[in-house]
């Protein structure tokens, strides 16, 4: 049974934030400055609750030095018929107080802890509610933000007693209680750079980025959670919510998708805003974040179904977008990531956001979104949502942490604590280009090797350079300056022929260019130049953003292998 | 009488070009690299025929060292009944082979020419029908580049005789018979900063430019020919016809336009490409054309009805743009301009392409296109036609220089005399900001000064910097980064709130930033991010191109009055 606990009234707000009543806020909330509608406030607790007056913390993973703390108007009420913490409790009995229950308990070392208040207020919004009846150990140990005393203290707080010793083996609650959310998580290849593995970060080695497309098994991995379970069966059980502007629901399964809407095809690049980050860091201060060097980022064909079409087949007026109320579409993964795109990609004819179901003609791989996520081409791969269940048609942009904190820039001045609402979410993305292979070739080298020089008509020991180049907004890029004497001259690289697909120039173009060893000094310089003539930056100071997010500035490389200079 | 020559081949193929009948053409062309079909061959020859294997002049006014040279193919044939060029003509037979006839003279000096068989090479293309009839010394005055013996030589080649001695005045053709192309031009305001007369090019001064909407009077004149003659009954004769890509033709009035699609203002800039080209010159090398300062832009609102809506209603599938075969909208002036843009723009239901009567809510000044232009938002200026007379769809670019030519960017080692179609026209524009206004305010300032410090809450003598930033396609500025300390450290400027109109942020941002004496170095710098966060380049050599367009590296300017580093 159920202790009885009086926070009857703490109870019926969180019941008011899970039926997405209207309620009202403390002072000094985050969402009501960006839109004040109740639609909007009521959308704005899940998964993460930006409302409440508290230190919030930017990035689970990354960010050290955010704190918890507690609303500024409530009061902790921990009572209970014996004194808090010294009552003994079944596991059985914990496992009643599961997510759906009245009362949320979760389990820390022994400890039992009846979190229902804090569910609301929680930075990591409902993943705290995958822990809801078990232990919450095994998240602390992944989100390793917890692991600070004002987080232990926190949690204190809400005590209400320790596991039964009847129930523990060795002291300790039996690990087969322990949910481990990475078990999901797919093997992957080993030519992967592993940043980070739980949840996994693994860039695309230089040496497998000389083709167009980027074969599936060595595209990018970048997760900010786990994987959530999907079995073989998912694309047969997978249902997708569509939610109007107005509140209504409408549900697809992928079958759906598939049988009423035309099949599209795009090739298109995913580039994470941390691509080049470790440039950032090693040519001006360090920036927060997954140092990533020039391989998060790849090229696929995406294969699925137009979102504007599943908005038209909702009733959304498409062709007059901005003649109604939603401003924006936000996207929910089934793992707990959330992100939105403007109403006007969204609906534009020529946006291409598409709902794919694979990805370079096979089924989405599991950490590409099997059995469907979001592509929007040209935009931050942080909008295109993985394992997509959930799409939404509001005022507001999403309330996550990754739409309004994560994913934008501020001047070299700013941080860390920026005013968040004063930079825009990053959608389209800058110009870029990257060096991905530097190879020597002399009359001592292979055939295959020794072909370029045939083919650029040389007859001295020569340098072989290639790599890729690409700008966001569909913004074709119209020339690569490469400068083998670090940036006194230029001269233009070949850019090759490519198969790309769609409305606009998604894809990224790669290049070539060789230069005989007589003319090469120490240092190669590269840079891009896109279709509005928009360019990369000289340097790096001065665009340097604390979160080092959309690094582009010139990658100068030394004329030295580039296995050498990219690990 | 006409004089009986023996040149029927050559007419027949002056007509063929003028009625638009596919003929062959000799090799090397140009136009025929961009588009091989029958259809945009046919439009090809006009305003400036570029299928012809001759050198071309990039920019009439501008480019020196470009030369004329005779088509491969052709002979020169100057028979006559009597000894050619020793025939006495009288100047009312002259006057009898206008635009219209079927052998067109000009006079040039007491020299008569029957130029028919050159106008279809002619690089200005059919400009030189205005001297058709008369004399043609007016218009190579204004043309400097005619001022060559190579371009003597040519015109030789067609001289038929001279003018008969009884029609000279002191040895001249009497003076009433030339045309001043410019005759029409208005007069414009003692403010503006005139860089040449005919063709007018003068830019409005920085100090006049605190605001967000640009007066009429002083919004900058950028003519590459002359002011074409409307009276004031313009708007009433004024005929618009629209050419689909089926080659049929329908005519609007202004009253048809004004009366038939709903009125459309927004507001936008336009920028010159020019703009700041003196940065370029003075920071990296001399840059070919009018030496722009900061004040070759202007923000404007524009009133008028929506491209798209015209397109739909000549029966253009606006919604499927891209499943028809045309790719371009091209716009002719009725002075002899041409220019276009891509359908998707066109098309585009947030493109807000509109052909505009009313310029900040009056009716368009002379120089600005009355009775009727073009506005291409977030586009190059040169793209938005004044005089629009006629709208042709096209599966290929205008033809004209302005398209093919002058208005592209190279890299930094490429010029002369480059391969032109290696880089797109430009179209949207780049991210760019300045600096137009440097006050120094202290105890002693007027109290309108006086003002700053106090809502700014400073008491010591500061300097108070403003100006604008801006960037192509719509995307909104979203951060001025200004540094005192000729860039070691940065601030962010005020972004100025302000009523922009339109589905996309086609304005500048007005910015403002005041900074205490005490805390300023010898020099500013100001740069700008746009919201797909493309920055501004910090240098110029790198980014230098010999047409010197687009120019945008980081503005610098002296800590002393601005007047002294604009002038």
Not at 121 to 132: F, T
Not at 195 to 207: D, G, I, M, Q, V
Not at 348 to 364: H, S
Not at 484 to 494: I, K, N
Request: proline share 6%.
């Amino acid at each position: 049974m159920a202790p009885v606990r009086p926070i009857c009234s703490f109870l019926s707000t969180l019941r008011s934030f899970r039926n997405g009543k209207n309620i009202s806020y403390p002072s000094g909330s985050f969402a009501r400055n960006r839109s004040t509608s109740s639609h909007s406030r009521e959308r704005a607790w899940w998964p993460w609750n930006p409302t409440r007056n508290f230190f919030v913390i930017p990035a689970v993973f990354i960010l050290a030095g955010a704190t918890f703390s507690l609303p500024r108007s409530r009061e902790v009420h921990a009572e209970s018929p014996q004194e808090p913490g010294k009552r003994l409790i079944r596991l059985e009995e914990v496992h009643k107080h599961g997510r759906d229950a009245e009362n949320v308990w979760v389990i820390k070392g022994d400890g039992v802890y009846d979190i229902t208040d804090w569910i609301p207020n929680h930075p990591g919004g409902e993943v705290i509610l995958r822990a809801a009846g078990g232990c919450i150990d095994a998240y602390w140990k992944i989100f390793a933000i917890h692991q600070k005393q004002d987080v232990y203290d926190i949690l204190e707080q809400y005590k209400i007693g320790v596991v039964d010793p009847r129930d523990l083996i060795d002291g300790e609650v039996p690990h087969d209680h322990v949910d481990d959310p990475f078990s999901s998580d797919p093997e992957r290849d080993s030519r992967l750079i592993v940043h980070s593995k739980r949840p996994c970060n693994a860039e695309t080695p230089a040496a497998e980025m000389e083709d167009f497309i980027t074969p599936n098994k060595i595209f990018y991995v970048r997760n900010h959670l786990w994987v959530p379970r999907h079995g073989e069966d998912a694309a047969k059980d997978y249902q997708l919510t569509i939610e109007t502007y107005d509140g209504e629901e409408k549900k697809y399964t992928l079958q759906d998708l598939q049988e009423k809407f035309p099949e599209y095809t795009i090739s298109a690049v995913l580039q994470c805003s941390g691509n080049r980050r470790a440039h950032m860091s090693a040519n001006a201060r360090t920036a927060n974040g997954i140092q990533w060097n020039v391989g998060a980022i790849g090229n696929a064909e995406w294969t699925g179904v137009r979102l504007r079409d599943i908005l038209a087949d909702v009733g959304f007026p498409v062709g007059k977008a901005l003649d109604t109320e939603a401003r924006h579409v936000q996207f929910s993964g089934s793992e707990a990531y959330g992100a939105s795109i403007p109403i006007t990609k969204a609906a534009d004819q020529y946006g291409d956001v598409i709902l794919a179901y694979k990805m370079n003609g096979n089924p989405l791989p599991p950490d590409h979104g099997y059995p469907l996520r979001v592509i929007v081409p040209g935009h931050v791969a942080a909008r295109s949502v993985k394992w997509v269940n959930k799409i939404t048609l509001s005022d507001e942009e999403s309330t996550s942490q990754w739409q309004r904190r994560d994913y934008k820039c501020f001047g070299p001045n700013q941080g860390p604590n920026p005013d968040w609402d004063s930079a825009p979410s990053i959608q389209e993305m800058p110009v870029q280009s990257a060096l991905t292979s530097l190879k020597y070739i002399s009359a001592h080298s292979s055939q295959s090797q020794r072909k370029w020089l045939q083919a650029y008509g040389l007859e001295e020991d020569s340098v072989l350079l290639s790599g890729y180049a690409f700008s966001g907004g569909g913004r074709e890029i119209v020339r690569v300056d490469i400068s083998a004497d670090d940036g006194r001259s230029w001269q233009q690289a070949e850019l090759l022929p490519s198969d790309a697909k769609g409305s606009r120039a998604w894809s990224w173009k790669r290049w070539r260019c060789i230069l005989p060893n007589s003319q090469v000094g120490k240092v190669f310089v590269i840079k891009a130049v896109d279709e509005a003539y928009n360019t990369q930056p000289d340097g790096y100071e001065a665009h340097f953003n604390f979160r080092g997010n959309l690094t582009s500035g010139w990658m100068r490389v030394e004329n030295k292998p580039v296995k050498e200079v990219s690990e």
